[in-house]
């Protein structure tokens, strides 16, 4: 059995307004395990509380309510020791949405050597890391090049290096894709995809597209704080109605076998997220047609 990187158990975050009192819970008792290596999307529309979400799994919030246990250490039952946050920073790491605000260095190579440097790391093991991880993610003709001259998926890139330099068993993206140009967006998402299946890190991919949610292995979807579904593309997208009561959409090809079946279609089969099985569905339904 696979070992769960992640663990909730009615996970709770309120922020609290300007006198003190918390405010409507931004997330309200999530019970989910994250397994290592999983490649996980998470939906929901604004205001549902992804970013608080990976906020609370990357430390940098700190739960108000229930259980959280990230790599065998639980964050909530005692004081967390400096080694153990150390620790605990190494396994999870971010990518926000907006490239600009998260290159902090005049040189693309120093830029990746930030964070495994402010980790302690020593040279000539840094030096190694940012090499391995300008190379992963197909930028090391850039290393030496200025960050701000970068077009957005290749700053988004660097900040990916930035993070796998830190060797994280698990990386969150949150709308990391959501500023960028349909090439950038490629990039990032074939980038984000190397790093799963070749490396095994564990991926949580907050996005609002939901052919980027389709890639994943899981897709959970959060609502006003709750989460509302949880299981592979094709069983969250074969939940049209509730998902449109959310505010979400299915991906395209989705949407067309739902209306098709509407208008009385026999369309069989339930490999509804992607293209490919809509595709193949779609051959079925012809096939049978023809040979009626
Ligand atoms: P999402 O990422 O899904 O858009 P967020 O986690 O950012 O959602 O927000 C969840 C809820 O928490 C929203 O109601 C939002 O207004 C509120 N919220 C987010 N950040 C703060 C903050 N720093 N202070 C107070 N409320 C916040
Ligand atoms: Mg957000």
Redesign the pocket.
């Known amino acids: 059995m696979s070992e769960i990187l992640i663990h909730t158990e009615n996970l709770s975050f309120s922020?609290t307004d300007e006198t003190g009192a918390d405010?409507?819970p931004?997330?309200d008792g999530i019970t989910v395990d994250i397994k290592k290596g999983e490649y996980v999307a998470v939906l929901?529309?604004?205001?549902?509380?992804?970013?608080?979400?990976a906020k609370l799994l990357n430390l940098i919030l700190e739960p108000t309510g229930g259980r959280l246990v990230i790599d065998g250490i639980d964050l909530t039952d005692h004081e967390i020791s400096d080694e153990e946050l150390l620790r605990l920073r190494r396994t999870v790491g971010m990518v926000f949405q907006n490239p600009d605000n998260q290159l902090v260095a005049t040189i693309v190579e120093e830029d990746v050597a930030f964070g495994p440097e402010n980790l302690g790391v020593p040279q000539p093991e840094l030096r190694q890391r940012v090499d391995d991880a300008l190379e992963a993610v197909g930028m090391t003709s850039y290393a030496k090049h200025e960050p701000h001259r970068l077009s957005g998926g290749q700053k988004q890139r660097v900040a990916i290096a930035g993070v796998i330099a830190m060797m994280p068993k698990c990386i969150i993206f949150?709308e990391s894709t959501a500023m960028l140009d349909p090439s950038g967006r490629k990039e990032v998402l074939d980038t984000i995809r190397m790093l799963n299946r070749e490396h095994g890190i564990t991926v949580l991919n907050?996005t609002h597209y939901m052919n980027e949610a389709a890639m994943a292995d899981r897709v959970l979807v959060?609502n006003d704080?709750k989460l509302l579904l949880d299981g592979t593309p094709d069983e969250v997208f074969a939940q049209r109605e509730l998902l449109c009561e959310v505010g979400l959409d299915v991906p395209q090809c989705a949407a067309l076998i739902h209306e098709l079946r509407a208008a009385g279609l026999p369309v069989k089969g339930d490999r509804i997220a992607t293209t490919e099985g809509c595709v193949e569905m779609l051959a079925e339904l012809f096939e049978n047609l023809e040979t009626r």
Not at 44 to 53: L, R
């Open positions: 922020y405010e409507h931004a997330l929901g529309h604004n205001g549902s509380g992804k970013s608080t979400f949150d907050i959060i704080g």
